[in-house]
């Protein structure tokens, strides 16, 4: 007979192993004293963006490889848009695009057809056009996994897990106290509603200072975020973050200066030193943590490897067998 998983943590590494234990007819509880998916949780804050190859500009080889598979497992799980990424950069921040290109692959150029894939990016007229990236609405895939657990007779319980056999830790930040390499780094996001600009998929502005991605959401509603701060602060958005992730905006079009902020968001991502997630095994109990800043990217892949460990007791890349 197969033993009762309790996974602590409802965010989208929680809900992403018990999606995959589940989905492997494992029988599935889940901890998590904050409640349902919500702003609590880090992951409610995310961009979304399905992104391994623009990804891969700053990230380790695993991030590309890896985050290929992503797809299509949240496909399976929720609403994907599959319209790519454009990256694109000013006049005068073209060295950084053409650096940009350098790192990457899996693009094509863009220059006299811009208009034909965004046309309400009017000051752009250099890009690069990642065909196939994707991305979904985070918090749209969290109440998704959430509602098809439920529906799999998997039992949430809105408190701290007990002392339990086959506990899968998957508490972020909050684990430190098991795994003291773990750190976080600050993200803040703003929502924004402007109806003026019509823009169908993720478009990143290079920028030295803050580089810009901006997510439609629909409706006229758009996500924007970016900044990558190594602080564990988790107060509000600064003044000077808000100024320049709205000035950005504007570069990409005027009309995003008469913009309505409807929300704003702070965060802390875990990660670990080399900002890849780790599985480990402590103490009887599994950790699958540091998902840094690609939460929605390499959460399936974390999971199989959750998966893996516990029903089979084989490794995945991302088993770390030096904690074992």
Known sequence: MMPVFSVIGAGVAG???????????????????????GPHHCSWWAGGMLAPWCEYENAEEPVL?????????????TTVQQRGTLVVAGRRDLPD?????????????????????????????QGLFFEGEAHLDPRRALSDLYTSL?????RFVQDKAPALDNVIDCRGLAARDALPD???????????????????????????????????????????????????????????????????????????????????G?????????NLPRIRRLGGRIYANGLYRHGYLLAPELARGVADLALHNTHSEFFDEDRD
């Open 15 to 37: 809900l992403s192993v018990a999606s995959e234990l589940a989905a492997r007819g494992a029988d599935v509880q889940v901890f998590d004293p904050a409640g349902p998916p």
């Open 65 to 77: 490889r890896l985050g290929q598979q992503a797809i299509v497992w949240w496909q399976q799980r």
């Open 97 to 125: 695009l053409r650096r940009f290109a350098r790192r990457t692959e899996g693009f094509r150029e863009v220059g006299a057809d811009f208009a034909e894939l965004e046309p309400d990016l009017p000051g752009v007229a």
């Open 150 to 154: 439920k529906g799999q007779k998997v």
């Open 182 to 264: 773990l750190r976080g780094v600050r993200g803040e996001m703003l929502v924004i509603r402007c109806p003026e600009v019509t823009l169908t998929r993720p478009v990143r502005l290079l920028h030295p200072r803050i580089p810009l991605y901006i997510v439609p959401r629909g409706g006229g509603v758009y996500m924007l975020g970016a900044t990558m701060i190594e602080s564990e602060d988790r107060r509000r958005i600064t003044a000077r973050s808000m100024l320049e992730l709205l000035s950005a905006a504007y570069a990409l079009n005027p009309a995003f200066g008469e913009a309505e902020v409807l929300e704003t």
């Open 266 to 274: 702070v965060d802390l991502r875990p990660a670990f030193p080399d």
